[in-house]
């Protein structure tokens, strides 16, 4: 799911939406097993290429106090306990801040808003902000994240690897993980449990 040159199959693909916003839900026949029921953010999505950030792999091991310290941010008593999550297997070193933002206004350099009320920020300086129990609310950091060149994403969906939906705060930001796969999938109308009958008699 890195860059890649585009695949000759896209160019004779119908067209696919922009899907930034989005969220992408592996099908059970996903080949990868990184990305094996995952439920995914689209953060940007062109003909360029998609990024994406996974919204269901806890990094529980690795503390936001920790990751503040490695950083050489320190901390005060008011530092909130921000999850940790691993958001994809590109520039596993490199956070990203997933967080609320008023629907109206500019955005500060380093901030990609996503959708209206949505937004990515990668800058040191929202995680001083955090440390000092300021910075936007809800906020989780993700490290890493899934990109695809160009066509790679569409190709995939073309081969039944994902299925789209709608975003909703209850999975970007809930710190349930454990049947988030499958409350995405209900959440398009579907049953899980058909889905992978179907799938186990392919």
Sequence with gaps: ????????????????????????????GMSDPRFERSVVLVCAHSDEGAMGLVLNR???????????????????????????????????GRGFVLHKVAEHGQDPEGRLRIGQALAMTTTRDILMDLAQGQGP????????YAGWGPGQLETEMLANGWLTGEGADDLIFDLSHADKWQRALRAQGIDPSLLSAAAGRA
């Excluded at 890195?2 to 839900?25: C, E, F």
């Excluded at 901390?75 to 306990?81: G, I, S, T």
Aim: net charge negative; charged share 25%.
């Design 1 to 28: 799911m890195t860059s890649t040159p585009r695949d000759p199959a896209y160019d004779h693909a119908q067209p696919v939406q922009n899907l930034t916003g989005k969220i992408l839900i592996a099908m059970p």
């Design 58 to 92: 806890p990094l529980p091991e690795i503390g936001f106090s920790d990751l503040l310290e490695q950083l050489g941010i320190e901390a005060d008593e008011d530092a909130r306990p921000i999850e940790i999550r691993f958001g994809g297997p590109v520039e596993p």
């Design 137 to 144: 609310e809800p906020a989780v950091l993700a490290l890493g």
